[in-house]
T-cell receptor, first 116, second 113 residues
């Protein structure tokens, strides 16, 4: 089946630093990847849609200069949290769909970010 | 606009009992509907999906869900709960194939022995 990986699975950083999270589709090409954020005991909220070779589309209220998304290849999208603050601490999950019009999204295992 | 409502943030059942997790949706077009399961500190695993084919959808781990257009529902069921079913369950909807998912708030399923 389709597998999506994320790296790292856990990251702790100091306030003001930047953190990069990678999302990879391991056995399929993903033209579109999605980034979600999940606070404790809450649902997933879509942050942005990442299309290979073009700029990401951000949801309302998500700062594009703070959450930089790059989708440089068909198997890799990265999310960089710039100048992280404690309120950015959360569980970040990516998903990928295999091809245009594919209705199923496959989710990565998530990255837990703790900003001190 | 699409939305998903999961009734009951917490459902508790005994091992061997019927599991019923409720999901209602709103969509202006025939939707694509999904159920995902999430174990602690993990990502989401697809249980099953409805994509306008059969209204009764069978998924993994003995789960199934029935799409009822008249009730705008897509409830998840399993005849006999197992301890390993204890997890967080999310219902999600998308209007078009491959677009981002809109998630419900989730239902925590607890299974007691």
């Amino acid at each position: 089946g389709a597998v999506v990986s994320q790296h790292p699975s856990w990251v702790i950083c100091k306030s003001g630093t930047s953190v990069k999270i990678e999302c990879r589709s391991l056995d399929f090409q993903a033209t579109t990847m999605f980034w979600y954020r999940q606070f404790p005991k809450q649902s997933l909220m879509l942050m942005a849609t990442s299309n290979e070779g073009s700029k990401a589309t951000y949801e309302q209220g998500v700062e594009k200069d703070k959450f930089l998304i790059n989708h440089a290849s068909l198997t890799l999208s990265t999310l960089t949290v710039t100048s992280a603050h404690p309120e950015d601490s959360s569980f970040y999950i990516c998903s990928a769909r295999a091809g245009q019009g594919a209705e199923t999204q496959y989710f990565g295992p998530g990255t837990r970010l703790l900003v001190l | 606009a699409q939305s998903v409502t999961q009734l009951g943030s917490h459902v508790s059942v005994s091992e061997g009992a019927l599991v019923l997790l409720r999901c209602n949706y709103s969509s202006s077009v025939p939707p694509y509907l999904f159920w995902y399961v999430q174990y602690p500190n993990q990502g989401l695993q697809l249980l099953l999906k409805y994509t306008s084919a059969a209204t009764l959808v069978k998924g993994i781990n003995g789960f199934e869900a029935e799409f009822k257009k008249s009730e705008t529902s897509f409830h998840l069921t399993k005849p006999s709960a197992h301890m390993s079913d204890a997890a967080e369950y999310f219902c999600a909807v998308s209007e078009w194939a491959g677009t981002a998912l809109i998630f419900g708030k989730g239902t925590t399923l607890s299974v007691s022995s």
